[in-house]
């Protein structure tokens, strides 16, 4: 394989006009010349995560960009939790999405993120890691960003058809709930009864950990449960670097990235100042993505995150100063590669428009630019000036492939 | 749910050059200031009923706008007569499309619309209903539009795989059709046999009915025959509107639209003015669905028969009056809501070129306007101005849950 490929993915980037930026969304408002000029050297388009009108979370947006079919692979969050903490899950696991959170001594829960909290939390998924449960099943926990917690189970004869302890933002003050069986099965009757057996286990072992004795010293809610949801398995599906038989590398802060990323069969590096926030080190992370292009992987993959909290917190200016930040970082990472050999793809997992603020069905802003792909003018960089392109109205899966095709990495159908 | 959406279909209005018309379709020719306007404020294109180069159904093109694969859940027309016709399906009936007809005394078909009789089929069709055959199975007939009649056999181990009585168009000067098992199969002799007892029984109550025997006195073609097609089962697919969790309302004339729209769980307004036919109250229609949306609808359809007329009977400038018309109604409208609460939405089942008389597999102009949608210039509205829009290409499904997803009733996939 002769050529490169870079893969800038900006989180939540797309977005609708904003009366506020005079009728423009944030991208169109932006001054974009770096990516304005990339996209007039390339393919470009309005490309739908999934399906046209369907809101998907970053986990399944991010399935589709590398290449999966969500409506396949997808068993929920656990999983991809667990392939972010860097768990190798085997088939027989079941994995868990958890919360720390703050209950009071009924198990009623006070906090379901146990006042956000932001450190010490490895100690703490420490002291639940290893607990074996009566059924022989040993426990897995490994500490995310936050509050956030991977959470796996691993043993003989588990069912993921039960339900989970989360009682769910709209219940709070609620008891932690009981894990019950959704199916007449002994396999799931018994899994419920051991996953009710670690709620009280946790209880017993965070509530007399130093770290909640301290926090409670402190004024702080103590983080004494771990709240259980998005149950899944493994996911099914071949490794796509291997598949495609490519070398990929994968930077971001986002953990949640970097487990599919790993899933995936990518290597994922991840630094200190990669926060997943709007502080984060665009200029590192471009700095490491070109390192790992002069390394010699074939596909690197940039995530940035920010973008998608400017829309779930309906900042139009934030998101704005994002795409400039992002477009300055792009022009960045041109000064040190030859658009001869390395080609430059940009998407997003999904929009996320600031007056929904949250994630809407629109489709993203994409380009694919370099090497001798076609191309056509374009006015100027967003979502209304893509629409004329060659990508529109194409797929996150379409547009993987598109990539991989351009690397000379799709396997020719027929002879 | 916050907003509002009003979805307008003009059925059949998608047309081709007309060179009556200076090379120009209907939609292009006719000036339509307000379709124009509104679709420069939002996401256009020429939608696909089901698929490139698949001509469709009113029934299909239909349930195709109400978000439904009609791959996966068109059984035949009968179904969607009966819902039509207010009837609950069970399970186990199998329903018919019929026409009331006239045979001669050794049932040979005469005239298959019985003088397209228009009077009295209420009384004709309450005197079918109610028959038992001697399987024990009991027969639903409701009169619908013109000669039009809906049947349903009500039983049990009733087939849907049996021959039907109409020997068509091709046919006439045939005898009505013995039904035959179409497979090796218990109950499909039995059902074949009980509809052969029900053409002989329909006989002989309706040629010794008073409104045939007036007819008779009056000249008229008698309808003694009810001739059965499209045989079909209950259709086994979610009330959409309990899917997506919205209040729908269907405005419409058409018995076919209004039967899908009760089955996607909308309710259905119909009134004396409603006529599906060329002399249709625009404005009543246009009054009852603001009505509906005041009443806090969250998606209100509107349909019009009147241009799918005009293009089966090859009438061009009727064609374009009907344009003229529905954008005089959507004028009317527009008075009477605010954009930023309440998109509008545009579209046709499928397009009925004059030329061809029938319906052909091309794309329909299609928009979706208000609110903060994306939007792009159109230099006028018809087929050859919507090319380049957002919603180019895409199908009446997608399109479907574009509007959902507006309506933010889309549940987001993952997390």
Known sequence: MSKQALLIIADGMGDNPISLLNGLTPLEYARTPNLKELASKGLFGNVYPVKPG????????HLAIFGYDPYEVYTGRGPIEAYGAGIDLLPS??????NFATVDDELTVIDRRAGRINQNTDELANAIDGIVLSNGARVIARALSAHRVAVVIRGQNLSEHISTTDPGTAKEGE???????????KNALETAKIINELTEKMYSVLSLHPVNQQRILDGLPPANMILLRGIGREIQAPKMAESFGIRGACVAGDRTVLGIARMAGLDVFHQEGFTAGYDTDYIGKAELAVSKLKEGYDWVVLHVKAPDLAGHDCQPMTKVSTAIKLDMMVGHILQQIDLEQCYIGYTSDHSTPCDRRDHSGDPVPTFFAGGNVRSLPVEDFGEKFLVHGALNNLTAIDFFHIQMDHLEAVRKLGA
């Open 93 to 98: 696991d079941i994995a868990f999405r958890g």
């Open 54 to 61: 369907v809101p998907v979370g970053t986990d399944v947006g």
């Open 175 to 185: 008891r932690v709930q009981q894990s019950a069986a959704l199916v007449e099965d």
